[in-house]
T-cell receptor
Framework: EAGVAQSPRYKIIEKRQSVAFWCNPI?????LYWYQQILGQGPKLLIQ????????DSQLPKDRFSAERLKGVDSTLKIQPAKLEDSAVYLC???????????FGPGTRLTVL | TQLLEQSPQFLSIQEGENLTVYCNSS?????LQWYRQEPGEGPVLLVT?????EVKKLKRLTFQFGDARKDSSLHITAAQTGDTGLYLC???????????FGQGTRLTINP
C-alpha cells in the first residue's frame, strides 16, 4: 500500500512570495489533515477535510493561507504572501478507523528568507 | 483548548539505560496515541491506548494510559541507539475527529 505523498520536499522562497504544497493521501482515506510543525515543536493542525468538505480550519491563518481538496482526493495548501514565521515543515496526514490513527507524509520543509 | 504537556523535552542517556517520558493534560481524551518522528520524515504511529489504566507493550516499549484518561507515559527498557528520535503524544478530544499533539520529547541514545 502506497503511503501519503507530498511534494515538493523542500522549498526556499523570499518573504512576500507565494508557495503551494501538494498532498496525495492513502487511497480510500476520507479524512485529510494539514499540519504546521515549527522546529522543536509538535505538529499544529491547520485544516481538516472530510472528503472535499472542511471540518476544522479554526487555526488556519485565513488572511494568507488557503487549502482545497478537489474531488475528495488530492489536496493543496497555499501561502500568499509568505512571512518569515511561516518557516516550518508542513505535514499532510490521512486517516481511517475509529481512533483517528494518522498516517503522515514526509513533509515539505519551507524556508522563508 | 486542550493542551498536552510532555516531559522531559530533551533526554540524552547511554545505551542500555531505562527511561520514562510523560504526557500530561488537565483535559480528558477519548484516546491517546504515541508517535515517533525521525529527521526529515513524518511521525509514525507506535500505539493507540483507549481505556483508562490500559497498558500496552511493544517489545521494549511500554505505554500506559492514566486511569482518568488525562495522562500517559512511555517507558523504554534497555534503550538502544535505534530508539533515538522525537517522541510525540497526541490525544483525541471527546467528540472530535482531530488530534492535539504535545510538543515532543527529543530522545538521544548514546552508544
Amino acid at each position: 500500500e502506497a503511503g501519503v505523498a507530498q511534494s515538493p520536499r523542500y522549498k526556499i522562497i523570499e518573504k512576500r512570495q507565494s508557495v503551494a504544497f501538494w498532498c496525495n493521501p492513502i487511497s480510500g482515506h476520507a479524512t485529510l489533515y494539514w499540519y504546521q510543525q515549527i522546529l522543536g515543536q509538535g505538529p499544529k493542525l491547520l485544516i481538516q477535510f472530510q472528503n472535499n468538505g472542511v471540518v476544522d480550519d479554526s487555526q488556519l491563518p485565513k488572511d494568507r493561507f488557503s487549502a482545497e481538496r478537489l474531488k475528495g482526493v488530492d489536496s493543496t495548501l497555499k501561502i500568499q504572501p509568505a512571512k518569515l514565521e511561516d518557516s516550518a515543515v508542513y505535514l499532510c496526514a490521512s486517516t481511517f478507523g475509529s481512533y483517528n490513527e494518522q498516517f503522515f507524509g514526509p513533509g515539505t520543509r519551507l524556508t522563508v528568507l | 483548548t486542550q493542551l498536552l504537556e510532555q516531559s522531559p523535552q530533551f533526554l540524552s542517556i547511554q545505551e542500555g539505560e531505562n527511561l520514562t517520558v510523560y504526557c500530561n493534560s488537565s483535559s480528558v481524551f477519548s484516546s491517546l496515541q504515541w508517535y515517533r518522528q525521525e529527521p526529515g520524515e513524518g511521525p509514525v504511529l507506535l500505539v493507540t491506548v483507549v481505556t483508562g489504566g490500559e497498558v500496552k507493550k511493544l517489545k521494549r516499549l511500554t505505554f500506559q494510559f492514566g486511569d482518568a484518561r488525562k495522562d500517559s507515559s512511555l517507558h523504554i527498557t534497555a534503550a538502544q541507539t535505534g530508539d533515538t528520535g522525537l517522541y510525540l503524544c497526541a490525544g483525541r478530544p471527546r467528540g472530535a475527529q482531530k488530534l492535539v499533539f504535545g510538543q515532543g520529547t527529543r530522545l538521544t541514545i548514546n552508544p
